[in-house]
């Protein structure tokens, strides 16, 4: 067998196999032999029509067949001779028999790039200190008045204290409907934050039955985009926050706080803990940005394209049924989360030669360590788990996540800042 490899790209390699009828020939022999029981030819039982009359009607179709089945393990062998461990599927580009001068393929393939692993020690990143203010913690009470809030039947919303639900009909520029473009019984709160000014001033004073017609306004870039839409008012309710009171507290903690003071601490100290885990967290996302700022190289487009596979899935999980909805675009979708796909496979990348240079491995106690911290919480016996764990690959892959992030916050210079501006808070 004679092979010649070339680079295409950084990450795309081209094989090319050629192969002698001597190495063809021990194959096709047995290829024959298995079709040979197959054959139902006048004058012979089935399957016991001698071989070179096998060979003579059907050789050359069974080659043909055999050599197409070989291509795969000829691939294979070349590579494993070579220590060449490809990434993804390759990709048959050409392929001849020639009964006289044997087989030739030509496949395309994708690599992990070689890259020089750069500084992944010593990186300096900033961890803003989040200073809680009162302000935050009535946004957090606010909220959850609202979830709790009391709605009774209206006639008409004569303010923007009131839940107006329609039917929304989307129009084009002449008035029609748009098919596909419908949603039923969307709920406006026209007190809040996130509704968009036309939108409340339309449903201003409807009542149950009416239509209501509006256009939004939005830019993208230097263009400005307009958005006609029909609503029909289905329902008007008047929206009323409860008090924030001892009982208040009493039934959203389900009586585990019993009091606002309580409450409030309790509160504060959540909230406390969610700005540290968010300060953690974007420690973290700020380590892995200025790696894969420091490491120029082009990921294999089968780790990309398996990146983005999984957005389309993630985003389907989260539609109702579980399905992408009748107009989702997905190639313009692959397109516009591309730079992410990019982004987190250079990651991989980077990540898994770090472990490697610095032999991060889980062993087994970390796995009862997991288990230990788990079991009491999941409900689940320690040694049962500690079992499972031993068996999940997912497990594994997440005790290695943690090693590979608890090793670079060890080895990285952290300086705690205090955060300027406060983040804004959707209640």
Do not use: C
């Not at 039947?153 to 039917?167: G, R």
């Not at 009493?250 to 601490?265: A, C, I, Q, Y």
């Not at 675009?329 to 496979?345: C, H, I, L, M, N």
Request: net charge negative.
């Amino acid at each position: 067998m004679n092979v010649n490899i070339t680079n295409v790209n950084e990450t795309r390699r081209e094989i090319e196999i050629a192969v002698t009828l001597d190495e063809l020939a021990p194959r096709f022999e047995e290829a024959y032999r298995e079709y040979q029981p197959k054959v139902n030819l006048k004058g012979f039982r089935k399957g016991r029509v001698p071989l070179p009359i096998v060979k003579r009607l059907y050789g050359e179709a069974i080659e043909h067949d055999t050599v197409d089945k070989l291509i795969d393990d000829f691939y294979r062998q070349a590579l494993e001779e070579r220590n060449i461990k490809p990434v993804g599927k390759p990709v048959v580009i050409e392929h001849s028999y020639d009964r006289g001068a044997g087989a030739r393929f030509k496949i395309h393939f994708e690599v992990t790039p070689e890259f020089e692993l750069k500084g992944y020690k010593g990186i300096r990143v900033e961890k803003r200190r989040h200073t809680l203010s009162e302000e935050e913690v009535d946004h957090e009470v606010l909220r959850l008045r609202r979830a709790n809030a009391i709605t009774t039947p209206a006639e008409a919303a004569t303010d923007d204290q009131f839940i107006v639900t329609a039917d929304v009909q989307e129009l084009d520029h002449t008035g029609f409907p748009v098919i596909g473009r419908k949603d039923k019984n969307v709920r406006f709160y026209l007190g809040g934050e996130d509704i968009d000014p036309e939108l409340r001033d339309a449903l201003m004073a409807a009542r149950t039955g009416e239509e209501r017609r509006v256009t939004l306004k939005s830019k993208h870039g230097d263009h400005e985009h307009e958005t006609n839409l029909l609503l029909k008012v289905t329902s008007v309710a008047k929206f009323e926050l409860p008090p924030f009171d001892d009982a208040f507290v009493d039934k959203v903690t389900k009586g585990k706080h019993t009091n606002v003071p309580s409450f409030l601490e309790m509160m504060r100290r959540d909230l406390a803990e969610y700005w540290e885990s968010e300060a953690e967290r974007r420690v973290d996302d700020a380590i892995v940005g200025e790696l894969v700022r420091r490491h120029e190289f082009q990921p294999p487009d089968a780790v990309v394209d398996a990146l983005l596979k999984s957005y389309v899935e993630d985003y389907a999980a989260r539609q109702p049924g579980k399905k992408l909805p009748p107009d989702f675009d997905e190639e313009k979708f692959r397109s516009e989360t591309r730079p992410r796909g990019v982004f987190q496979a250079k990651w991989i990348l980077i990540r898994d030669r770090i472990i490697e240079a610095e032999h991060l491995v889980v062993d087994d106690e970390d796995v009862a360590a997991l288990a230990e911290k788990e079991s009491a919480r999941m409900g689940i016996d320690r040694q049962r788990l500690v079992e499972f764990y031993k068996k999940s690959e997912q497990t594994r892959e997440r005790i290695l996540s943690g090693k590979i992030t608890a090793f670079l916050r060890k080895h990285a210079e952290v300086t705690e800042v205090e955060e300027k501006d406060t983040p804004s808070l959707t209640v």
